[in-house]
């Protein structure tokens, strides 16, 4: 798996001044490494570089008007609510910083995943 340690470390600094989402917690996923906060994935450090983000669906379009946001593609389609946000996008603290959060508010809305059975 490649991602950029560097994103991944200031993704980290940012969702520690997020209240709603310390005790996120970290996994591979879609060969990057996603961060999720109740179970549910809210960024990940993308393995094609920049972010893979989850957002509200109903905000797709909204936010397919930054530059430098698209929807994820997955399985030959474009998807509603994933999106790819690309380095440039991120690069200042400021733009990474609304991007985390957006992905973190639309992961707390989510219902609590349950953990395996123990």
């Known amino acids: 798996m ?3 340690n560097e994103l991944a470390d200031r993704i980290r600094a ?4 997020i209240d709603g989402a310390r005790g996120a917690t970290e996994q591979q996923m879609f060969g990057g490494l996603a961060f999720l906060v109740g179970g549910n994935m809210a960024v990940s450090a993308a393995a094609r570089g920049g972010l893979l983000l989850r ?3 109903a905000a797709s ?3 397919c008007a930054h530059p ?3 929807r994820a593609v997955m399985r030959g389609r474009p998807m509603d609510g994933w999106l790819r946000v690309d380095d440039a ?3 200042a603290d400021e ?3 609304r991007w985390v959060r957006i992905g ?3 992961a707390a809305s989510l219902p609590p995943k349950q953990g395996p059975p123990k």
């Not at 940012?14 to 001044?17: K, P, Q, R, S, Y």
């Open 104 to 106: 973190v508010d639309y």
């Open 68 to 70: 430098g946001v698209e």
């Open 95 to 97: 733009d990474l910083a």
């Open 2 to 4: 490649v991602y950029c």
């Open 61 to 63: 379009d909204a936010l």
């Open 55 to 57: 957002a509200d669906p």
């Open 89 to 91: 996008a991120v690069a």
């Open 14 to 17: 940012v969702l520690a001044g």
